[in-house]
């Protein structure tokens, strides 16, 4: 299992393209986990367990200040949030071919669509933070060289 985060994250929406920033390491902090699921391949009789893994899921999650002016931001990812749609480009930009990508840094990530859930909290001095969850749907392909 590989758990990353940092202050260099960065969460965008590929167009095929180029990459339109969401959210940015002022955003706040980032966790994004990559597993893939085992199986138990152990033969009657067998003295110890086998495994073999299959598929994989990423997850990410990821919380910041929210902003209702950032139409880019927090907002394009409420509003996919909102209609508890699967998270592919069409329905969050105009671009049919568009994945969301999860950046570690500059050029290493994870691309793939997949589900969100939001959560928004207000504090007495009138600070919104918001606090989200997004999980893979289909294919996950690795951006530069991740083990």
Same mark, same amino acid.
């Given at each position: 299992m590989a758990v990353m985060g940092g202050r260099? &994250?960065?969460?965008?929406?590929?167009? !095929?393209?180029?990459? #339109?920033?969401?959210?940015?390491?002022?955003? =706040?902090?980032a966790t994004y986990?990559? $597993?893939?699921?085992?199986?138990?391949t152990t033969a009657f009789g067998q003295a110890d367990h086998s495994h073999y893994r299959t598929l !994989?899921? &990423? #997850?990410a999650s990821f919380e910041g200040n929210f902003n209702?002016?950032? $139409?880019? !931001?927090?907002m394009k990812l409420l509003t996919a949030n909102d209609? =508890?749609?699967?998270?592919? !480009?069409s329905n969050v930009m105009n671009a049919p071919a568009a994945k969301m990508r999860f950046y570690i840094d500059a050029t290493h990530g994870y691309e793939?669509? =997949?589900h969100i #859930?939001?959560?928004?909290?207000? #504090?007495? $001095? =009138?600070v919104v933070t918001a606090s989200a969850t997004f999980v893979s749907s289909g294919t996950v392909t690795k951006l530069g060289t991740i083990s």
């Open positions: 260099l &994250f960065k969460v965008s929406i590929y167009d !095929g393209v180029s990459d #339109e920033d969401l959210l940015d390491p002022q955003a =706040g902090n986990k990559y $597993t893939k699921d085992d199986v138990d !994989g899921s &990423f #997850e209702y002016a950032d $139409t880019d !931001g927090w209609f =508890g749609e699967l998270i592919s !480009g793939c669509d =997949g #859930e939001i959560e928004l909290s207000a #504090e007495p $001095t =009138g």
